[in-house]
C-alpha cells in the first residue's frame, strides 16, 4: 500500500508543503510555478523551468 502526502513541492526551496500557492509562469504561461509561504514570505527566487524566467 502506498501512503499519499498531501502537499506539493516548492520550485524555489525544493520542500513538500501543505501551504502554498500555484500559477502560471508570468512571461511564458507554459510551466506550473509552486512555492511555499515561507519562500513567498523571504521573497525567495523562484526560477521557471520552460523559460528560465526569475522572479522573487
Excluded: A
Excluded at 502526502?5 to 509552486?34: A, H, M, Q, W
Aim: hydrophobic residues 25%; charged residues 30%; aromatic residues 8%.
Amino acid at each position: 500500500m502506498v501512503e499519499v502526502i498531501p502537499g506539493k513541492v516548492c520550485v524555489s526551496c525544493g520542500r513538500l508543503s501543505d501551504s502554498y500557492t500555484e500559477f502560471k509562469c508570468p512571461k511564458c504561461g507554459k510551466s506550473t510555478i509552486i512555492r511555499c509561504k515561507h519562500c513567498r514570505e523571504i521573497s525567495n527566487i523562484y526560477k521557471c523551468k520552460e523559460c528560465n524566467f526569475e522572479g522573487p
